[in-house]
C-alpha cells in the first residue's frame, strides 16, 4: 500500500505544485516611460523653452508668426532619443513681465514602440491588457470615429482613456483591431459645465 500511495502523492504535488502568474512585464526603460505626465522627460506643461532646453535643440512650431501675432496653439514634430512625438502647445501668458507670453506642451502622441507604461503597456496590447494593467484607474472606453466628420463610429477603431479622476491628466490607447497602434498623454476639462 505504501509502495502505491508514494508515486501517487509525488505525481499529485508535480500537477499541482506550480502555478503560473500571469503578471505585465515592468517596463525598467525610464528613458520612454509613458505617464499621466508625459513621456520619459518631456513632460505636459513644460514650456518651449524648457522642452528646447532639455532637447539641446529648437523646437520648430508650424505656424511661429501666428504665434507672435496671437496664436494660442501650435505644434510640433520632435526627436526625443530614437522616438517621434507629436507635441501640442498653448499660448500662456507668462506672469513674469508684462504683456509677456510662452508656448507651453499641452500633450504628445506617440507610435514609437519603444514608449510604454511603467506595467509594459505599449505599441500592440490588448485591450484586456491596458484593462488590467490600469485596474486601479478610471477607464473610459469607446469606438473611435470612422472618419474625421466625427459622424459615424469605427467597427475597428478604439479609445482607452485612462484617468485618476474624472478631470485631468490622461493617457489615450489608440487601437485598431484590438491593438493599441497610438498613444496619447496629455489632459481632459469638460468645458459643458
Not at 157 to 169: A, D, N, Q, T
Request: hydrophobic content about 35%; proline content about 4%.
Amino acid at each position: 500500500m505504501r509502495k502505491l500511495l508514494l508515486p501517487y502523492l509525488f505525481l499529485l504535488a508535480a500537477c499541482g505544485g506550480k502555478k503560473e502568474d500571469k503578471k505585465p512585464v515592468q517596463n525598467e526603460n525610464t528613458d520612454y516611460l509613458v505617464s499621466l505626465d508625459g513621456i520619459g522627460l518631456v513632460k505636459t506643461s513644460m514650456t518651449q523653452e524648457e522642452l528646447e532646453k532639455m532637447l539641446n535643440k529648437k523646437v520648430p512650431l508650424t505656424n511661429p508668426t501666428d504665434t507672435v501675432s496671437g496664436s494660442w496653439s501650435d505644434s510640433a514634430v520632435v526627436r526625443y532619443k530614437d522616438a517621434e512625438l507629436r507635441m501640442g502647445f498653448v499660448r500662456t501668458y507668462a506672469y513674469m513681465k508684462r504683456d509677456s507670453f510662452h508656448m507651453r506642451v499641452t500633450g504628445m502622441m506617440t507610435s514609437s514602440p519603444l514608449c510604454k507604461t511603467a506595467g509594459g503597456i505599449g505599441i500592440g496590447a490588448s485591450k484586456q491588457e491596458i484593462i488590467d494593467a490600469f485596474d486601479n484607474y478610471l477607464l473610459f472606453m469607446e469606438p473611435d470615429y470612422a472618419d474625421d466628420t466625427y459622424t459615424t463610429r469605427s467597427k475597428t477603431l478604439y479609445l482607452v482613456k485612462v484617468r485618476e479622476g474624472r478631470e485631468g491628466p490622461q493617457i489615450i490607447f489608440y487601437l485598431k483591431d484590438n491593438k493599441v497602434y497610438s498613444i496619447e498623454v496629455g489632459s481632459f476639462y469638460d468645458d459643458s459645465e
